[in-house]
């Protein structure tokens, strides 16, 4: 024979001239006859020829790769379907290789689906039939949106426990709004951690917008924290004259609306990022992480 075979399926380089010659044969060969009359005989002969070919390799023992080498001979006698397998076998390096690329994109996808937050993969399956643009990013933007919305709503929350504080405590009003001070634009969350942290709370299971926002109402309390203390001061009394008759000393409050942070979202989906993450050697901390970077990462594209 020429040169020796490679033992890998990767290894080496493909005879494409030979595959040509194998699949020109077998379709010389099907020209001539009925798909029903080439089906049977390229079972039969194939069959019984790849079974002996099998037995024999077995019985002697040879390697893996020679054995498929011998089944694609012997079946190659039983006509034109033997042909192409002869055919595909003379490019089994290129197939490989291209098999190896397919394996690694589902592995690829796998990967994908698993550290990305769930609720990402339950607002895709939810979107309108209508939609334009890209799912995940579609699915990104109503659930950021949500988020925000929400958010908007717990800051309304912080400013009407800033009014119940100053009623209830019969604090002067106007020195108590004029003495606020509303640090909420200073926020510093991140959506993509949020969604990561509902999705490991709930294992990476039976999660939903929903919830997701029923969850954060039910926190706001935690979300804009509201701190006060109150003060005193002295305020003179005028005459109609502008004289001064008198003093009256008035109390009020000087509440601090503090910003959202990261922290929040633990708080409010009842994770402990130090425990242990499920069945994984990780944290929920570490866990979320993971999460987080690669939403990010697909979202940027890379």
């Not at 006859?33 to 019985?59: D, F, H, I, M, Y």
Request: charged letters at 20%.
């Amino acid at each position: 024979m020429g040169e020796k075979e490679k033992s890998q399926l990767g290894d080496g380089s493909d005879n494409f001239a030979g595959a040509a010659n194998q699949m020109a044969k077998a379709a010389r060969s099907v020209g001539g006859r009925t798909l029903k009359t080439v089906g049977r005989q390229a079972a039969e002969k194939g069959a019984g020829a790849a079974v002996n070919a099998t037995s024999a390799s077995v019985k002697a023992g040879v390697r893996t790769g020679k054995a498929v080498a011998n089944i694609a001979a012997g079946t190659a006698a039983g006509g034109p379907w033997g042909a192409v397998i002869s055919a595909a076998w003379s490019m089994r390096h290129t197939l490989f290789k291209v098999l190896v690329c397919i394996c690694l994109v589902i592995v690829f996808l796998i990967i994908t689906i698993v550290s990305l937050p769930a609720i990402i993969f339950d607002s895709i399956f939810h979107l309108p039939d209508d939609y334009s643009g890209s799912a995940l990013v579609t699915a990104y933007s109503e659930l950021s949106s949500c988020v925000h919305t929400t958010v908007a709503k717990g800051h309304d929350y912080a400013l009407n426990k800033v009014h119940s504080i100053i009623k209830e405590g019969g604090y002067d009003y106007e020195l108590s709004m004029g003495a606020l001070a509303d640090e909420s634009e200073e926020e510093d969350y991140d959506v993509c951690y949020a969604l990561a942290v509902y999705s490991a709370s709930k294992g990476q299971k039976n999660v939903s917008t929903d919830d997701m926002v029923s969850l954060m109402t039910g926190a706001f309390d935690q979300m804009f924290f509201v701190t006060y203390e109150v003060l005193h001061i002295e305020i003179p009394i005028l005459s109609d004259l502008l004289e001064l008759i008198g003093t009256e000393i008035k109390s009020f409050v000087k509440c601090v609306i503090h910003p959202i942070t990261n922290a929040f979202f633990p708080l409010a989906f009842g994770v402990d990022i130090n425990a242990q993450y499920g069945e994984f050697d990780v944290t929920y901390g570490e866990a979320i992480d993971f999460m987080t970077h690669s939403l990010k990462t697909t979202l940027e594209g890379g």
